[in-house]
DNA sequence: CTGAAAGCGCTTACAG
DNA sequence: CTGAAAGCGCTTACAG
């Protein structure tokens, strides 16, 4: 249908391989013949089909990203960065999330077996032995993200949730606080028994005792943050906890949905923060304070590293990156509000 | 590298049109023959080349999406409902956002004439005649999203931003509030110009006047409406707003952020209604009235849609189709909480 | 500096 | 039911 390389070679009157040595500059052409073609070309509106360029070259110019869900900020905020990344190289971005029928390992074999990307990005809760062998059987690159398998065939990419963790939970004891409850995420989740270690290690570093009865276990839902609060505000006043950590900052919403209905006041009755860094707990009053995640840097970076790899530079295979997050200090935690009107 | 189908048909002894026909199960083969194909590509874990296949055939099964930006819930639950139907039908996603360097046009171009994707849906603030031109001139099919463009060659699917408008702003008025003041979004933009209208037609349907001062032109951002919500409120007491329908939530956002510190309270001392239904107006307290969005409606119409058009069916080609909003009803407005403890 | 030719990996009439 | 061959639109040694 559309105008092809042979057209414009007829045009002009020079072979096919001249047409393709001046649109791909390569080899040398009189400079003559070359604004010739150069002006066919762009008076016809050609444009090289890129099956035919991919199936000859081998390149694609796209990468594909694999991510478990396409749901909330995190993962906009994932393909936002790596669209602008892939944009200034000159790269398309084949997307797809996991899905319950067809799953993950279908999904990379198509864009890996099937020449359909020329190097992947893959967020996956299990990397299983045989998407495994998929990746390590593959030559095009892979990035992992946030995953914890072994990676001598990729380039592996995390966010260091313990030290978040860590920091926030610091944070809570230097506000003199001594029962802090922490709500962690569901086991066996990565994120979670990170934010989870970094909890119990920076308790015990300062030599504060965990109460069990303090440690309630949540899935991240707004929902399951409600009724973890209403626990924990139902023990008896010598047990219940001065402060909370949420593993996430959707539970700790949850919270504040209860906090509503019950007429409870942060951090006047009890304190609470918790993870991500999403856009809603900088809107809620008070402001919860929260660990950023560093999500733009770890989309650059990944599609960066990705290019990296694409382009031949094989002594980054291996490579594993830990990027960390940073406190976010707002009012939930029982500091003074740190925000002046106008500052938004 | 990876295997091709040469070498199943070499390892099986038949020629390579034989194992295409079994592998597109097209054509006679006789049973025992395809067994041995299929035996011998799964064991080798064949893929076949996309590529090769879609130059041969001239389809790619990918659907090129693009979209003014890849920020917020809107785009997220967009992407997450084109992703669902896409995989239904085996579909691949091709996704970008507009650039400040590479304009649409040169996506679109190379998406459509470099034989990237066999349809593509598009949601873009402004189609110019040049990427009209485009679209009209390339046979792939095309859905065009919220767009006021001549449309003859496409399908269309917009959002009845309009009764949405009314709607919620007949909502206020049975509220018996009688000075209802207007945030608007950005003019020129079509949602903006659409609830303006809606708004403008039902308070003069109701017979209320519309005191010029009253309404502000916002910018959809937080920070607009933080800064417009002050100006409502430094008014004198006689022209002061008793309500304010802010054209989206973001803006609507904005006058939280303000009220918290101005310690003025929804709906008693001004009641606020928004526009879209994100998610954070949920979690605010009060809840925020505004009006839903069909997003997902949207997204899983236009691939279906597109779908349809792909496999041939050309009479939906200028099809248009209008998806209307809902009201939803919070406690911004005045109303008395929906919501149970426990309902999250 | 240029062209004829092979090849990338598939599909699909066509002939048998 | 099966195979040889042409063709999809490019790139790229190779020869001139």
């Known amino acids: 249908m559309s105008v092809n390389i042979h057209e414009i070679a007829r045009r002009c009157n020079v072979s096919i391989a001249t ?12 400079p003559s013949t070359r604004e010739k073609v150069l002006q066919v070309a762009r008076e016809m509106n050609y444009r090289p089909n890129s099956s035919a360029r991919s199936l000859s070259t081998r390149k694609t110019d796209t990468i594909g990203v694999i991510l478990p869900e396409l749901v909330d900020e995190f993962f906009m905020s994932l393909i936002h960065e790596l669209d602008e990344v892939a944009h200034k190289y000159g790269k398309y971005l084949l997307i797809s999330s996991s899905h319950s029928s067809r799953n993950d390992m279908e999904t990379i074999y198509e864009f890996m077996a099937g ?16 998407i495994q062998n998929i990746l390590k059987n593959n030559i095009r690159p892979v990035v992992l993200l946030n995953c914890d398998v072994p990676h001598n065939y990729a380039v592996r990419i995390k966010i260091d ?11 809570l004891i230097e506000h003199g606080y001594k029962r802090i409850a922490m709500v962690k995420g ?37 929902r399951s943050g409600y009724y973890a609060f209403l626990r924990l505000l139902n023990m008896d006043s010598t047990e219940k906890p001065e402060a909370i950590f949420f593993a996430n900052d959707m539970m700790a919403l949850g919270a504040y949905h209860a906090a509503h209905v019950l007429k409870i006041k942060f951090p006047e009755d009890i304190a609470v923060v918790g993870f991500d860094d999403i856009f809603t707990g900088r809107i809620v009053h008070p402001g919860l304070t929260t660990v950023h995640m560093p999500i733009s840097e770890m989309g650059r970076k990944s599609m960066e590293y990705l290019i990296k790899l694409i382009e031949g530079e094989e002594e980054l295979i291996g ?6 997050t940073g406190l976010v200090i707002r009012e939930s935690c029982g500091c003074t509000q740190n925000w002046l009107p106008g500052d938004i």
Not at 115 to 130: C, E, L, T
């Open 19 to 30: 047409v393709s040595r001046v649109l791909n500059n390569k080899g040398p052409v009189k």
């Open 115 to 130: 020449g359909r990307v020329d190097g992947i990005i893959i967020m996956a809760p299990k990397i299983n032995k045989q």
């Open 161 to 171: 949730n313990y030290h978040g963790a860590r920091s926030v939970t610091k944070h």
């Open 186 to 222: 569901p086991s066996g989740n990565q994120d979670a028994e990170s934010r989870w270690n970094g909890f119990m290690q920076e308790m015990e570093a300062n030599g504060l005792a965990v109460n069990e009865k303090l440690i309630l276990e949540g899935d991240f839902t707004l």
């Open 319 to 324: 490579h594993e990156e830990v990027l960390s």
